[in-house]
């Protein structure tokens, strides 16, 4: 080769799409694109464990952790990815030929800062920069949106729980036998020893050395003992105790607060005989407490030593059998007697004392924060199992336990007196926390005789407890307690713990940004494809290419940022500068009259292939999208249902046409199909499973349905299926309403309801809320607006997080106008619910704490606030609960409250107050589904839903069973139903989220069951008064009677503020739920019982309520009331 001329290279191949370099590097495209995807799973995994708790090991802690590394992963992620594609968004333009300006905005956007003065630069000003700089403002607000998308609230949960006590009422085990006296040395006396040492240590403690719960010795904090009444001793600082021992209880958790109460027994000696008596009078004789039951006839005495000796009264031998007789059967006996005789060692005197046993049976509230435990009240026990003469002695049929009893308590110190004087069971009276240490010879007599009388209940109650069963009173018991001695009470626990919550607009953000993320790098794994040429763009590469750009003057000493802005324009191709020469040439080319610059193809030499790129248009015109609700996916059984070309469309019935028995399914094959996601299958299953899944193999029976056929509106209106088993045939099981899309189509939302979503339905109900207050004329009119109750609670701006308090409306009547306030209708919680007292009201105005509040008002409070409404009326926190004044007042103007209120809301669903608002809910089965019917000339599309919604959630939930709600209703403007679904009431609207813009059909104002069901809606009962008089009114008054009253004598109240209204309407005077000039009618009614109701009880009440004529005089639980029908009378009968 001569050295003249250049060495020729040797021509080399392009590399093809799936070579091994280009798999590889979309291979690290789409790890990235994972991580990517990673962040969008996070924001879900978010989402789903929104309201879940945050402990240690759990998911939402987890995610919490996980969140403090997004601000640095999500950054470096997006550069990552974002920096790669647009270079290879460059890379495919330039193939394809672009401007210089395109390619040097992509190129020159690899970071934030870069992105923003590329821009700037070039004077770039077009959607392009605009799409390059909200793409990259997605990498710092992303980066946010991981850390602030979850966060952890403080909140109260509330659980029941059983825990498992000891039986305290039970037999002393230990008898006479050696056997059983060595087990007592070796099992009860080191605990018994072990209390009486701990003294000192249990003088102000509620519990023992072990933890049990001490019972407090009632008769020290009332003398009477027939009082039975509840005893606050919360704030008792000395409280006396009955036992150094106290009672087990299983099953108690460390964490939360903790309340329940346990009945117990433990027993009193009453000392009618406490004296010292010279020491030249011993021995004592035993006095006679013989008593005509043969009951105390004798005597079992124990005296080990000198110092001590202990006696108590026993049943004549031939009297056991009677005694136990009467035990048994419940009757009385005479108190057993217990005498005391003890000395010092060289005392002159001794003492004596003789002291009756009774058993006393209490009850204990106990609240307990984790396992540290007080009593809050005690009570003597209204309904006790015997009575107090009887003791756990009696549980026996011989002698044996009262002799080991008195063994064990008069030698627990075998030999300590000649050292100390007196053993410590004696000195354990006059100095109880040195009972083992020091000298002392004070005589137990001495003492005075309720100090006496509590040290010896110590010493009796320490050794009959730890008698029952040593090992479980020192720390043993279990919640399965196989020793049977023990009994189970209900816990509530209330716990303070973190909740996982996410907040909406940084989640939406995590979700646009990663989720655009995702979609970028896929874009740039598929645009990799496509590229043909070789990557050199940011590359020194790119200027060792044969480059052939038009000229620019004067470019020699141009910076490269004056070179891109004149050449901005100019376009260029990375292409194949010779595509007619054997072998191309790839080349960086502005296309000029000299220059001809072809795309690159597939060439001889060059080996790879095309691939072709879904998001690439063959044509330049612009493409328009329809956007189509495409009917839901139904299983192959529900589309032959709706498949029919033969048949003519009529009712058809599966169970009655031999020819269609296709249609019935097995339940195993309803539940496959509803798991694979018919709508239809998911529906009727899960309808079924709720109604007989608890009485039925429902996967084993057969289960067909009936397609009904409504002639009037050559419609097809429902679909009702019946399920059969081998023995038995449940027919009309549901029924699921079809409706005409083109009729129902406006009413039907555009997208699925959320599972459960407090945004979701705060979101429905400001738009009904919107509407309603400046659309609907009937529901805007509000009379008198400078009205409000006596007191509200404020609930502070929509930013608050304070606790609420109570504020008189007094000092806000100035404003004009008048504040709004909502009210809240809830079913009552226990008598411990959070109330409005004299005591507390001076505390509730200045704060009422929210860690106090039931969980339905704390929802209700946070709605309040979310809508911008500032005051909420709450009956248990602003009627004063014990003045019986306040409520006559606020009860008159009840119906005030609800009619002025801006809106209503209803807990309807929640259970006495704990519940909250929100529950869960199967998206599907509130969200209407869509089918396409083709029968022999009928096809149209059909909406389909579960029938019968607002009856079964609204008509029959037990809150609008109850008489004061069912005004509440009536009254109020508007009224928001939280229950299986978010409903909508008011005098022109009756909606839900299944149908946001209306029901289909009205529900019937005596719900569908016009002889057993609650009231359907009534908002528009004026309109009905207006139009059909006293008719409309007995109508009301039937479905007043249908509900049910705490305190009947709430009768005339309830109703009070309807029949104000309906007065002027009217226009008669109202005489006790009747009406005046109406009266020879209205005298004409009857009290029935309702559908499966047991017999109806009518009573008159002692207190008078009203003349005997009236339906309201009388008390009964809920019944029908018949009234005569006036259409059938066709006279006038009488002038009033």
């Known amino acids: ?81 974002v920096g790669a594609a647009l270079k290879t968004f460059a890379t495919w333009r330039l193939q394809n030929g672009t401007r210089i300006g395109l390619i040097e905005q992509l190129v020159g956007s690899h970071t934030v800062a870069e992105a923003v003065f590329t821009q700037a630069r070039l004077k770039a000003f077009n959607i392009l920069a605009i799409a390059i700089l909200l793409l990259w403002c997605l990498s710092p607000l992303g980066s946010q949106a991981a850390l602030r998308a979850i966060s952890a609230n403080h909140a109260f949960r509330n659980s029941t729980g059983n825990l498992t006590v000891l039986e305290t009422f039970n037999r002393f085990r230990f008898m006479q036998n050696p056997n059983d006296l060595l087990d007592a040395e070796r099992m009860l006396v080191p605990p018994a ?40 001793v919360s704030n008792v600082t000395e409280l006396d105790y009955s036992s150094l021992v106290g009672v087990p209880v299983a099953g108690l958790p460390d964490q939360g607060n903790h309340t329940f109460n346990f009945s117990a027994s433990y027993v009193s000696p009453i000392c009618t005989t406490l004296k010292t008596r010279p020491k030249n009078n011993s021995p ?100 006790p199992p015997r009575h107090g003469n009887w003791t756990v002695f009696d549980m026996g049929t ?144 790119l200027g060792m290419l044969d480059n052939r750009c038009d000229k620019v003057l004067d470019s020699s000493f141009m910076s490269g940022d004056d070179k891109m802005a004149k050449m901005k324009e100019v376009k260029v191709m990375l292409g194949d500068v010779e595509p007619h020469a054997e072998i191309g040439r790839i080349a960086l080319a502005a296309p000029m009259e000299d220059v001809v610059v072809g795309k690159q193809q597939t060439h001889p030499y060059l080996i790879f292939s095309l691939v072709p790129c879904p998001f690439i248009s063959l044509s330049n015109k612009p493409t328009s999208y329809v956007v189509m609700t495409q009917p839901d996916q139904l299983c192959r059984k529900c589309q032959e249902l709706f498949s029919q070309p033969d048949l003519e469309p009529s009712n058809r019935d599966c169970w009655q046409d031999p020819s269609l028995a296709g ?146 409306a007094s000092s806000l009547s100035s404003s004009s106008p008048s504040p709004l306030y909502i009210s809240l209708s809830h079913r009552w919680t226990t008598s411990n619910m959070l109330k409005l007292k004299k005591a507390n009201i001076n505390d509730f105005m200045q704060r009422i704490r929210s860690a106090d509040l039931p969980f339905t008002f704390h929802d209700a409070i946070r709605l309040c606030r979310n809508l911008g409404i500032r005051y909420i009326w709450i009956d248990s926190l602003c009627i004063i609960q014990d003045s019986k004044k306040d409520w006559l007042k606020e009860s008159s103007n009840m119906g005030k409250v609800y009619e002025y209120s801006f809106c209503n809301i209803a807990a309807t ?75 909508w009431e008011c005098r022109t609207l009756k909606a839900c989220e299944t149908y946001p813009c209306g029901l289909p059909s009205e529900p019937s104002i005596l719900g569908d069951d016009v002889d057993q069901t609650f009231p359907g809606s009534t908002k528009d009962w004026r309109d009905g008064l207006e139009r059909d008089g006293v008719g409309y009114w007995e109508l009301l008054i039937q479905m007043f009677c249908r509900c049910h009253l705490t305190k009947e004598s709430d009768r005339l109240a309830a109703i009070a503020g309807i029949a104000s209204q309906a007065q002027p309407l009217l226009n008669d005077e109202y005489l006790v739920g009747l009406w005046k ?60």
């Open 1 to 81: 080769m001569s050295k003249d001329k250049p060495e020729q290279a040797e021509p080399g191949q392009l590399e093809g799409p799936w070579s091994l370099k280009r798999l590889l590097d979309s291979l690290l495209d789409l790890i990235l694109a994972t991580a990517a995807l990673l962040f969008v799973l996070f924001g879900g995994m978010i989402y789903m464990n929104h309201g879940t708790p945050a402990t240690p090991g759990s998911t939402g802690r987890l995610l919490l952790d996980l969140a403090k590394y997004g601000p640095t992963v999500f950054p470096v992620l997006f550069a990552a990815i």
């Open 193 to 232: 020893i072990a209390s009486i040492l701990s003294a000192r240590l249990l003088q102000s403690r509620n519990q023992d050395i072990w933890g049990n719960i001490r019972l407090p010795l009632i008769e020290r904090l009332t003398d009477s003992a027939s009082n039975t009444s509840w005893i606050d």
């Open 284 to 383: 004592v004789d035993l006095p006679d407490f013989n008593s005509s039951d043969r009951s105390n006839c004798d005597w079992t005495t124990l005296e080990p030593d000198s110092t001590l000796m202990v006696s108590l009264s026993q049943p004549c031998v031939k009297g056991i059998a009677a005694l136990g007789e009467k035990y048994r059967s419940g009757k009385d006996r005479t108190a057993r007697v217990f005498l005391w005789k003890s000395s010092s060692l060289g005392s002159k005197v001794h003492s004596y004392a003789e002291c009756h046993l009774y058993t006393t049976y209490v009850d204990v509230k106990m609240h307990c924060q984790g396992t540290l435990c007080s009593p809050t009240s005690v009570r003597r026990s209204p309904k």
């Open 398 to 541: 011989s002698f044996h336990e009262l002799v080991g009893f008195l063994n064990i308590f008069s030698t627990m110190f075998p030999g300590l007196h000649p050292r100390t004087g007196q053993t410590p069971t004696i000195k354990y009276f006059a100095d109880p926390f040195n009972a083992l240490s020091t000298w002392n010879d004070t005589e137990p007599a001495a003492l005075p005789r309720a100090k006496f009388e509590t040290r010896l209940a110590h010493l009796i109650n320490s050794e009959l407890l730890l008698g029952i069963h040593p090992g479980d009173v020192a720390g043993g018991l279990t919640k399965e307690n196989t020793n049977n001695v023990s009994n189970v009470v209900e816990m509530e626990t209330y716990t303070r713990g973190e909740i996982v919550q996410y907040n909406k607009l940084w989640l939406t953000m995590l979700f646009a940004s990663s989720t655009i993320l995702f979609g970028v790098a896929m874009a740039a794994i598929v645009v990799r494809f496509r590229i043909l040429v070789p990557e050199v763009l940011g590359s020194l590469a």
């Open 663 to 808: 249609w019935k399914r097995q339940g195993r094959d309803v539940l496959e199909a509803a798991d694979s996601g018919c709508p239809l299958c998911r529906i009727v299953w899960n309808e079924v499973s709720s109604k007989l899944g608890s009485r039925i193999n429902v996967e084993k029976a057969v289960i067909g349905p009936r397609i009904c056929w409504d002639d009037d509106t050559a419609a097809f209106c429902a679909l009702v299926y019946q399920l059969k088993t081998s023995s038995h045939v449940y027919p009309e099981l549901l029924s699921v309403d079809m409706y005409l899309k083109t009729a129902v189509g406006d009413m039907v939302p555009d997208c699925p309801r959320p599972p459960n979503s407090a945004d979701a339905c705060q979101s429905m109900a400001t738009r009904w809320l919107f509407e309603c207050t400046t659309q609907h004329e009937k529901c805007r009119v509000r009379d008198e607006p400078s009205w409000l109750p006596t007191r509200l609670i404020d609930v502070g701006p929509a930013w608050s997080t304070q606790d609420p308090k109570l504020v008189m």
């Open 909 to 983: 669903s929640a259970s006495r107050g704990q519940g909250g608002l929100y529950g869960w809910r199967d998206s599907h089965l509130i969200t209407p589904h869509t089918a396409h019917i083709n029968w022999r000339g009928h096809e149209s599309e059909y909406v389909f839903f579960l029938d019968s919604h607002w009856f079964k959630s609204i008509s029959r939930a037990t809150l609008n069973g109850r008489g004061w709600v069912f005004q509440e209703r009536l009254l109020s403007p508007r009224t928001m139903h939280f229950s299986s679904q978010l409903f």
């Open 1077 to 1136: 000039r109406q009266l020879p009618h209205g005298l004409l009614w009857k009290l029935q019982n309702m559908v499966g109701q047991d017999d109806l009880i009518v009573t008159r009440p002692k207190k008078y309520r009203g003349p005997s004529w009236s339906w309201a005089s009388f008390d009964f639980e809920a019944a029908n009331i018949n009234i005569l029908d006036r259409e059938g009378i066709d006279r006038h009968l009488v002038e009033i």
